[in-house]
Structure formats: C-alpha cells, structure tokens
C-alpha cells in the first residue's frame, strides 16, 4: 500500500510538471511569433517550387531545420533563426 502511494505520488507530480509545460507553450507569446517567421523563412527557401506559398507547416519538420547549413559550415538555419529573433526582440517592428 505503502509503495503504491510512493507511484502514485511520483506519477502525480511528472503529470502536474507536464501539464505546466503544456500550458506554458500554450500561453507563449513568442512561439506563435517563431512559428511565422519559420513559414515565412520556409516559404521564402521554397519560393520557385511547389511549396513555396505554405499557410503551415508539420511540426515533423522542425528536424529539418538542423540540418540546412549556411555556407559557413558550423552555422544552421536553427542558430540563424535564433540570433534573427533575438534581434526582433530587442528592436521590435511596430
């Protein structure tokens, strides 16, 4: 009995921390801000091809976003979307 509680009480705290999660990435601010600009950045890569006027996109391929390189190697499109939108927060366009 005594273990038992010991699970219940563990599986209660690790749903409350998820739960928490999720309603901090639902109540983002910012996420739907970089989910734009990912749409705009893929729509703008894929511009003279099919996909190029895409409304959204899978969050299935966020994985690919690692693996696109600058021409300077050690550089993906992940860490220039970052430093993009960390400029866009500090000097946000009205």
């Given at each position: 009995?005594?273990?038992?509680?010991?699970?219940?009480?563990?599986?209660?705290?690790?749903?409350?921390?998820?739960?928490n999660e999720i309603l901090e990435i639902?109540?983002?601010?910012?996420?739907?801000?970089?989910?734009?600009?990912?749409?705009?950045?893929?729509?703008?890569?894929?511009?003279?091809?099919?996909?190029?006027?895409?409304?959204?996109?899978?969050?299935?391929?966020?994985?690919?976003?690692?693996?696109?390189?600058?021409?300077?190697?050690?550089?993906?499109?992940?860490?220039?979307?970052?430093?993009?939108?960390?400029?866009?927060?500090?000097?946000?366009?009205?």
């Amino acid at each position: 009995n005594s273990n038992l509680k010991k699970a219940l009480n563990a599986i209660s705290v690790f749903f409350l921390d998820s739960f928490n999660e999720i309603l901090e990435i639902k109540q983002s601010v910012f996420l739907p801000k970089v989910f734009c600009m990912l749409v705009q950045i893929g729509n703008f890569l894929n511009a003279n091809g099919s996909c190029g006027n895409a409304a959204g996109f899978k969050l299935n391929s966020l994985w690919k976003i690692v693996d696109m390189k600058a021409t300077k190697k050690s550089i993906t499109l992940l860490h220039f979307i970052a430093m993009t939108f960390n400029v866009l927060m500090v000097y946000p366009m009205s």
